[in-house]
């Protein structure tokens, strides 16, 4: 897998030759095979022609657009979506089912609470200074474990989200321990991040995202349509659930990049309390964060061909209320 970043203002893609093409003003600046290409993320102004972007869905490759300073999801254009229209069908019984909504999303939740807890274990043995306040958080995430887990007292979807909130809470109280006081990360914030540590959060998170909508496609599901996230407006609720569990992956990988200094101060900028990546900074993210993308791709298929099943077999019952 090959994601191609374009983080330029003056800079326009062209395809030719079987290649995409990437040229400035004064000279052509390179080019990539699209054989090679996977994904495609843009950034700011860059030109290109509504003829480039059918090309790069025959070849099945996912673009993201993103806003020039924040970051923010502009736009997503879909490579290849899978044609069997069953699989859509058996999605919208497990979401018409409370049963087996309840049941999908507690293993989901339960899912991604086990990935907090490794985690801050994991970051347990690393810094015994923070001995007492990790323990903590990871004793209250166990509780939230076993009440996600329960199949008698947990009987909505609302109590879910309670649980799921309470330990999201616990568990960032946790992982801002693990920070330099320095870097003012306190919990988590957004829309606009408040510190570097949101700021480079906020953008895996959305890196994240962007491959769950491409995977619910790719898979022959809607990525619309959620079962533990209820549908909304505009939101690609079902992205959100497959995304849940592999969160903390981000927030391990942002730990490390601050935690070895790739990351430091003179990375980001601030405006009217708003905290961005410089220029410079976006280049370290996409260069180191690579790696982890190629991963999250590679759990993503395996984790969609699991849902796949599951939405393909016929729910039983309809007794409960969510």
Not at 51 to 58: E, I, K, V
Not at 89 to 113: H, P
Not at 138 to 159: F, G, R
Request: aromatic share 8%.
């Amino acid at each position: 897998m090959l994601t191609v970043y374009v983080d330029r203002k003056d800079i326009e893609l062209i395809v030719k030759s079987n290649s995409l093409q990437f040229k400035c003003p004064t000279k052509r600046r390179g080019s990539v095979p699209l054989a090679q290409i996977d994904r495609l993320i843009i950034r700011g102004n860059a030109k290109f022609s509504t003829g480039l972007l059918g090309t790069l869905a025959n070849y099945g490759i996912g673009v993201l657009v993103l806003s020039g300073r924040n970051n923010r999801h502009l736009a997503s254009i879909v490579g290849r979506p899978h044609k069997d229209i069953l699989r859509r069908l058996g999605q919208f019984e497990i979401y018409s089912n409370s049963i087996a909504r309840l049941s999908w999303s507690r293993r989901l939740i339960a899912s991604k609470i086990q990935a907090q807890l490794r985690l801050l274990s994991k970051a347990l043995g690393q810094r015994p200074d923070k001995r007492r306040e990790l323990t903590k958080r990871i004793n209250a995430l166990s509780d939230a474990l076993d009440s996600a887990s329960s199949s008698t007292q947990l009987t909505t979807i609302p109590q879910l989200l309670g649980i799921e909130g309470n330990a999201a809470r616990q568990y960032y109280a946790g992982l801002s321990s693990l920070f330099a006081d320095s870097l003012k990360f306190k919990n988590r914030n957004r829309r606009p991040p408040r510190d570097p540590v949101n700021s480079c959060l906020s953008l895996g998170y959305t890196l994240l995202h962007h491959e769950a909508v491409l995977a619910c496609y790719g898979a022959g599901l809607d990525p619309m349509l959620g079962i533990f996230h209820s549908p909304k407006y505009g939101r690609e609720s079902l992205a959100c659930d497959v995304a849940e569990p592999m969160r903390p992956r981000i927030d391990e990988w942002t730990w490390n990049q601050f935690r070895s200094r790739t990351l430091t101060a003179n990375c980001f900028t601030t405006d009217k309390g708003a905290v961005y990546l410089t220029k410079t900074g976006r280049q370290i993210f996409y260069k180191q964060f690579n790696p982890l993308q190629k991963s999250i791709y590679r759990l993503l298929r395996v984790h969609m061909l699991a849902v796949v099943r599951e939405f393909k077999q016929k729910p039983k019952s309809k007794s409960i209320s969510t």
